[in-house]
């Protein structure tokens, strides 16, 4: 009876076996297919762009979501002859890169002396950050806005370069205090020792352990100030302060009907961020992934 019952199990077993890679088999592939159809959903616009930047008016009306058939620069050179970009680039590069440097000084000096030092008061301090940081910036445009009129800065780039810095502060102290916590304070106990002081602790200690945060930190800044509108829209008025967005903001009611010339403005818009981000993908990569887990 074993030996029948053995004979007859075998063929069982086998089945089931089957069954089971045939499931995950068919679980892989949906789970391809969904991840296949997420992909395309992201990629296909930045490809509607592109195709739209490189074609011809009339091949854009024949086919807008096509492949292009006719490729011309005409829309790039036109994007720098007309809508001026590289003067646009250059004037958000004036106002984006004063106040990334001024936010990441500030949040390491910050962030450093909320995590390592004893004072009183330190943990309503890292409160009011964070309660900083559930603000929208449209509800505060308005006192913002009296405040750069009264100290004569609208039309000035300082005043979008403070403003920036003052908004992007208090996310910035918080991202850079969650990476501050994981240096241990021996380092630093034995820094003291040696006889460093706070700033050359910070400089010679913390900052190179945290650089994937650091580097996380600037990055996401800069992303986040090229592509602010409404603040550069309110603050820099003049046609000659305009930044990059706003400049082609404008300039898309007036090439409204040759979309090729706004999307190689956009496309070209995306090149210093692009930049940022590819030269710093490993560390933003690790530094997110660092600060997910703390």
């Not at 250059?90 to 984006?96: C, I, T, Y």
């Not at 001024?102 to 004072?119: D, S």
């Not at 990476?179 to 200690?205: C, H, K, Q, Y």
């Not at 003049?238 to 967005?245: A, D, F, G, H, P």
Request: hydrophobic residues 55%.
């Amino acid at each position: 009876m074993s030996t029948d019952a053995a004979r007859l199990a075998g063929p069982r077993f086998r089945q089931a076996g089957k069954a089971r890679r045939i499931g995950r088999l068919g679980g892989a592939l949906a789970l391809w297919l969904i991840l296949a159809t997420i992909a395309l959903s992201t990629l296909y616009p930045l490809f509607f762009l592109v195709a739209t930047a490189l074609r011809t008016t009339q091949d854009y009306r024949l086919s807008p979501a096509g492949i292009p058939h006719e490729l011309t620069l005409d829309n790039i050179h036109l994007a720098f002859s007309e809508v001026e970009i590289g003067k646009l680039a250059l004037n958000s590069l004036m106002v984006v890169v004063p106040a990334v440097i001024i936010v990441t000084v500030f949040a390491c000096l910050a962030a450093y002396a909320l995590v390592h030092f004893r004072f009183p008061l330190r943990r309503s301090a890292l409160v009011v950050v964070v309660a900083l940081m559930a603000l929208p910036p449209a509800v505060v445009l308005i006192p913002i806005f009296k405040v750069v009129l009264e100290a004569g800065l609208l039309n000035n780039r300082l005043g979008l370069i403070l403003v920036y810095s003052a908004l992007n502060l208090p996310f910035s102290i918080f991202l850079m205090a969650s990476f501050m916590r994981s240096v241990p304070d021996e380092l630093l106990n034995a820094a003291r020792i040696d006889g460093a002081g706070p700033l050359r602790t910070l400089w010679s200690v913390v900052i190179p352990l945290v650089r994937p945060g650091l580097l996380t930190l600037v990055t996401l800044n800069f992303l986040f100030m090229w592509n602010e509108f409404l603040y550069a829209l309110v603050i820099l008025q003049k046609e000659t302060n305009r930044t990059i967005m706003v400049g082609i903001a404008q300039f898309q009611s007036h090439w409204e009907k040759n979309l090729g010339v706004v999307s190689a403005g956009l496309l070209l818009s995306m090149i210093p961020p692009l930049l940022i981000f590819l030269f710093f993908q490993r560390d933003l990569a690790r530094g997110l992934t660092s600060g997910a887990v703390k």
